[in-house]
């Protein structure tokens, strides 16, 4: 009977297959992590518990325990079991088997697709690039990440959004390829190589302009030089020239299709041809040549006044001469009297201009120029002019003072008498104010001073009116002579002052 029992207990592994159990998923995702769970109804007397997959051993425990796949793939697909051996009497054990299941891991997404809007591009237009795969419906909620690499190299890193606009070059050039990868990193898939050849457009239309436009320069401003092309692609070399000194002014290498040479200040000495190139393949294009004028701006004039020491007197006619020798022509020269404009002059040939003025007292004080050729125009220091009263066209000679002698007149530079006709107090009185003297005392004749004038000094007046209050002799009411000699030539007296 004892060994009936014995024998029950240690019979052959198998008899009881409910006994131990295999828990797996039926279906799951490359990148999943999948558990299988092999148990008995008593765990503790387990003592090696081993895992299988198709029939191959893939793991063994000392005790119960899990077998996990952490990073599920395709090839992890497959029928698994598991067996266990656990004591069954004292120090008797045996070998218990499950059953089988079977784990199929789907593929989460393709492997992505580049595509490429153009796979010969102009250089430096868009290019627009997607990494295309797609997620099953129910992990559409899977986040992706993608990244774009060329010749090994990473262009793009990992971002959210599938696709890329670049503006390629030609140094671009070669073969392409993405990553879609979960956030996790868990699955990683890469597209296929695609190639792209990248083309540059060699330049052609290259042309020489400057700012300000016309090549017109201002001495002592900016003046820049702007070289373009009309058509070229990728990096451009430009370089400025000048024809007479065969000179290389600069040179500069950018991605544009202009470029810019600044000289700060403009010097006269910079008038000249130029002329500019561009290069961006092994041909260099050159533009037309440019003349350059360098235009002098007006600097401060100089005024001149043809008076002597710039004193005159009223009715004298003055010239006004406004001059500068650098000034880019035409000039206009504008007077100004005490900061009121007498007028202007255009002159075409730049250089000077005069302006011409007959004198009032009104006309006493302050001049300046100003020159002005459209670049500015600038003004001159002042100068000075007095206007006084004229001299005197009246004298006494011969008198034992300046204020007493025979009275003579002038006209047109010659010095006359004035005949005694009519000869009174009311006219010697006007003789004593022009010429600057007092009071009026006597009416002597001429030939109290002698000697008389000589035969060739004429008679001017043969008769004066005055009314005594007159300035000047010349205001009086006069008679020409017609009978009056030299022994009849008048004189006057006056206070000395």
Not at 274 to 281: D, E, G, R, V
Request: aromatic content about 6%.
């Amino acid at each position: 009977m004892l060994l009936w029992l014995l024998l029950l207990a240690l019979g052959p592994a198998g008899v009881r297959p409910d006994w131990l159990s295999i828990s797996l998923q039926r279906y799951a995702y490359e990148g999943d992590r999948v558990v299988v769970r092999c148990s008995g109804e008593e765990n503790d007397k387990i003592k090696k518990l081993m895992y299988y997959k198709d029939g191959s051993q893939i793991d063994s425990y000392s005790s119960a325990s899990s077998h996990t796949i952490s990073n599920a793939r395709p090839r992890d697909s497959g029928s698994y079991f598991c067996k266990a051996d656990r004591t069954k009497f004292f120090f008797f054990t045996g070998t218990e088997e499950s059953s089988s299941r079977r784990l199929t891991v789907q593929e989460l997404f393709p492997e992505p697709s580049l595509t490429v809007s153009s796979l010969q591009p102009i250089e430096d237009t868009s290019v627009t690039l997607s990494c295309d795969t797609r997620l099953p419906s129910d992990r559409a909620g899977t986040q992706l990440r993608y990244s774009l690499f060329r010749d090994g190299h990473t262009v793009k890193l990992k971002s959210s959004s599938s696709f890329w606009t670049l503006a390629l070059r030609q140094e671009d050039s070669g073969s392409y390829w993405c990553e879609a990868m979960t956030a996790s990193g868990s699955v990683s898939k890469r597209s296929r190589q695609t190639n792209v050849q990248v083309h540059r457009i060699p330049v052609s239309g290259v042309l020489l302009e400057t700012q300000p436009q016309g090549g017109q320069a201002v001495e002592g401003k900016l003046l820049v030089l702007v070289c373009s092309v009309a058509a070229g692609t990728g990096e451009t070399t430009f370089s400025w020239h000048r024809v007479d000194t065969r000179e290389r002014l600069g040179s500069k290498s950018l991605r544009s299709r202009r470029s810019e040479l600044k000289i700060p200040s403009v010097r006269e000495s910079h008038a000249g041809e130029y002329y500019c190139t561009a290069q961006n393949t092994g041909s260099l294009i050159h533009s037309e040549a440019l003349n350059i004028t360098v235009r002098i701006p007006a600097s401060h004039p100089v005024l001149t006044i043809s008076a002597p020491e710039a004193r005159t007197a009223i009715g004298d006619t003055v010239e006004l001469q406004c001059e500068d020798r650098r000034a880019h022509p035409p000039v206009l020269y504008s007077f100004y009297h005490k900061n009121v404009s007498l007028g202007s002059i255009s002159v075409p040939s730049g250089g000077r201009a005069s302006f011409s003025l007959s004198l009032t007292r009104e006309h006493s004080g302050n001049y300046s120029c100003e020159a002005d050729n459209g670049l500015g125009a600038q003004r001159s220091e002042e100068v000075a002019l007095h206007v006084s009263e004229p001299p005197p066209k009246t004298r006494l000679v011969n008198g034992a003072h300046p204020c007493e002698g025979r009275v003579e007149v002038e006209r047109a530079g010659r010095w006359g008498t004035v005949c005694d006709d009519g000869w009174d107090m009311k006219d010697v009185a006007v003789v004593c104010r022009e010429v600057g003297c007092g009071a009026a005392k006597h009416t002597p004749a001429a030939v109290l001073y002698p000697p008389l004038a000589e035969d060739a000094q004429p008679v001017f007046i043969q008769v004066a009116r005055c009314n005594g209050t007159e300035k000047a002799l010349a205001e009086c009411e006069q008679e020409e002579i017609f009978d009056c000699g030299h022994d009849e030539d008048a004189g006057a007296v006056c206070e000395d002052v």
